[in-house]
Each structure stands twice: as structure tokens, then as C-alpha cells.
T-cell receptor, first 109, second 114 residues
Framework: GQNIDQPTEMTATEGAIVQINCTYQ??????LFWYQQHAGEAPTFLSY??LDGLEEKGRFSSFLSRSKGYSYLLLKELQMKDSASYLC??????????WGAGTKLIIKP | TAGITQAPTSQILAAGRSMTLRCTQD?????MYWYRQDLGLGLRLIHY???????GKGEVPDGYSVSRANTDDFPLTLASAVPSQTSVYFC?????????????FGSGTRLTVV
């Protein structure tokens, strides 16, 4: 079967750095997305990785290792508004998105 | 503002009743999707449409139907609601069926079946 694993919940301090991991086992791989979802709101696009390596976008970076079936989202200089759920999703061989359950990130002052 | 509009925002529905969740986009995206989101689970695909006039079944299609008469609209119908259909429903769209472009999501419909 297809599976996406993420930690259920993480806590970090304002101003710090946090890394949210995602491991996957899917039938094929055609890219990996990270989305941010604030409570009661729609998911919004953060990043898309299809090749190995690190992609940096402001305070957020996303890393992919296809050989390890692994990705992480790195958030720097955490702000209170970063409190949200972070969803990892993999595009499988049929170009369908397989979603993880999401990681709830709690930021403390 | 361009995007996806879902209606209603929330609804309480008696079991056995039918209901249509509306979804309209103004971005001229070819592909549209319906997902349900339940606590502790990832988004699960109900139905999708790669282009106007075509639809397909996702991971959890039972009890739901869709139509795609034009590019902009993609309604989701529950013919006879059951309590297990209590969930938050998200409509999403993408320029093409290959999701590398990313999805744009609507704001969701919170449905409670009692």
C-alpha cells in the first residue's frame, strides 16, 4: 500500500528553527508537495520538489531524497503565525496526490 | 479575487437527505477535485475531473456523485447522507491534471450529518 508518515504534532519556540520530516512509500514518484493549513482554513501551497536537494524560499526550505523516500520542511525564524498544520503529499505513478495526515506545529512565545 | 468558491460554508443535514455541495472556480483550470478531510487522516480524494465533460472516482467515492458540465463548476452530491459522511469537504483545482502545478483549494464546507 501507499503510505506517508509525518509526526502528528511538534512544538517550537518563536524565533527558533524547526524541521518537519516526511517519509513515504508510494507506487512511483513524480514529485512531493508541502502545504500549510491554518486551523479552519484551506491548505495553501508552500513548495514542490521533484529532484533531490534543498530548495529555499525565504524562511522556508524543503529538502528531498528520493533514494531514501524522505523529505523535510525547514522553518527558520519562527513566528507565531507559523502555527499551523503542515501537509506532505506525494505524486504517485498515476499522477495522483497521496496526502499525509499532517503535522500540527505549535509555536510558543 | 480569482480563486475557488465553495458553498455552503457549513451545513447540518439529517441522515437520509440529499445535498449538493457547490464549487466554482474562475481561473479556467482544467482539473478539479473533491476531497474530504477527517481528523487524524490525510486528505482523501472522492472524485476528480481532468477536464470539462469527464469525471473519475478517487479513493472514497461511495455515496457521492459529481458532474462537470463546464470548466467552472464541479458540484458534489450526496444522494442519501449517512453520519460517516460528516467531514470537512474541500474542492480544489489545478491548471492541468498533472499536479506539478499545485492545487488551489476552496475554503471548505463543514458538513455534519445527524
Amino acid at each position: 500500500g501507499q503510505n506517508i508518515d509525518q509526526p502528528t504534532e511538534m512544538t517550537a519556540t518563536e524565533g527558533a528553527i524547526v524541521q518537519i520530516n516526511c517519509t513515504y512509500q508510494t507506487s512511483g514518484f513524480n514529485g512531493l508537495f508541502w502545504y500549510q493549513q491554518h486551523a479552519g482554513e484551506a491548505p495553501t501551497f508552500l513548495s514542490y520538489n521533484v529532484l533531490d536537494g534543498l530548495e529555499e524560499k525565504g524562511r522556508f526550505s524543503s529538502f528531498l531524497s528520493r533514494s531514501k523516500g524522505y523529505s523535510y520542511l525547514l522553518l527558520k525564524e519562527l513566528q507565531m503565525k507559523d502555527s499551523a498544520s503542515y501537509l506532505c503529499a506525494v505524486v504517485d505513478s498515476n499522477y495522483q496526490l497521496i496526502w499525509g495526515a499532517g503535522t500540527k506545529l505549535i509555536i510558543k512565545p | 479575487t480569482a480563486g475557488i468558491t465553495q458553498a455552503p460554508t457549513s451545513q447540518i443535514l439529517a441522515a437520509g437527505r440529499s445535498m449538493t455541495l457547490r464549487c466554482t472556480q474562475d481561473m479556467r483550470h482544467n482539473a478539479m477535485y473533491w476531497y474530504r478531510q477527517d481528523l487524524g487522516l490525510g486528505l482523501r480524494l472522492i472524485h476528480y475531473s481532468n477536464t470539462a465533460g469527464t469525471t473519475g472516482k478517487g479513493e472514497v467515492p461511495d455515496g457521492y456523485s459529481v458532474s462537470r458540465a463546464n470548466t467552472d463548476d464541479f458540484p458534489l452530491t450526496l444522494a442519501s447522507a449517512v453520519p460517516s459522511q460528516t467531514s470537512v469537504y474541500f474542492c480544489a483545482s489545478s491548471p492541468q491534471s498533472v499536479p506539478a502545478y499545485g492545487y488551489t483549494f476552496g475554503s471548505g464546507t463543514r458538513l455534519t450529518v445527524v
